[in-house]
């Protein structure tokens, strides 16, 4: 599994959770890893579990809202492994209210993580990409890229916005050689999902059973929770093909919740 040998990739939010599996399988793909997270500790364990097993790593504190802290931790990544080819745009937290009950506080602080972030780490990254000309950059989107869900406007909005940065990527960067992708998972049991279940029951008045089976599930073919290896098994594919045949694109992962 030598496809992404010598590639660097700098992953967001890899201290835990998808990230983390985007970091490994890229690792054991022959993948060189910067691991970016706010959680140092996280990021450690991610760092140690990828030389464990033989591959290389580093880890780099990056609050993907602070755009100093961005640049600095790109840049430094970049000083550590010599480029870099792949950015992971993946950070992101949920936070799921009716509209009216929405703070705004809230609904800002996830448009600045997802959203924010994405454009900040972007720009950070195809500063070093264009130069060499090559690069590619993948968004973590979402179902909810395409679809809406009650509860969760900022969300939803954040993820639709997604898609519209990583398309004009796909413009801006084709001369450049650099490509733009989202990943758009459906539910996967990470603890972001585990959190959401009581939350929904809550405002939704149903039981946490009914929230995984209807709510969450209930769209899928199989009733089955995407895994994260699903979502990193994409994230390898898409950050070792080659040419511009796939850029622009969303690439839903979901068990047939949507078909698009």
């Not at 639709?160 to 758009?184: F, P, Y």
């Not at 979502?231 to 850029?247: E, I, P, S």
Request: aromatic fraction near 6%; proline fraction near 3%; glycine fraction near 10%.
């Amino acid at each position: 599994m030598a496809k992404l040998k010598d590639n660097v990739a700098l992953v967001t939010g890899a201290g835990s959770g998808i990230g983390r599996e985007i970091a490994i399988e890229m690792a054991k793909a022959g993948g060189r890893l910067a691991i970016c997270d706010i959680d140092m500790d996280g990021a450690a364990q991610t760092v140690k579990m990828i030389e464990e097993a033989g591959g290389e790593a580093a880890p780099f504190e990056m609050d993907v809202t602070n755009e100093d802290q961005v640049n600095g931790a790109t840049d430094a990544a970049v000083e550590r492994f010599g480029r870099l080819d792949t950015l992971v745009s993946n950070a992101g937290v949920q936070i799921v209210h009716p509209i009216e009950d929405f703070p705004y506080a809230e609904f800002r602080k996830i448009i600045d993580i997802h959203l924010g972030g994405a454009f900040l780490t972007t720009k950070a990254a195809v500063k070093h990409m264009y130069p060499q000309k090559s690069g590619s950059l993948i968004y973590m989107g979402s179902v909810h890229s395409h679809e809406a869900s009650p509860l969760k406007a900022a969300y939803v909005s954040a993820k639709h916005a997604i898609l519209g940065l990583a398309r004009t990527m796909a413009k801006e960067g084709a001369k450049h050689g650099v490509r733009s992708n989202v990943i758009c998972p459906g539910f996967v049991r990470t603890p972001l999902v585990d959190k959401q279940i009581p939350e929904q029951a809550r405002d939704l008045g149903i039981t946490e059973e009914e929230v995984v089976k209807n709510v969450m599930l209930g769209a899928t073919v199989d009733g089955e929770f995407t895994t994260v290896q699903d979502v990193a098994d994409m994230a390898v594919f898409l950050a070792g093909f080659d040419t511009n045949a796939l850029t622009g694109q969303s690439f839903l992962v979901s068990h047939g919740w949507v078909m698009k």
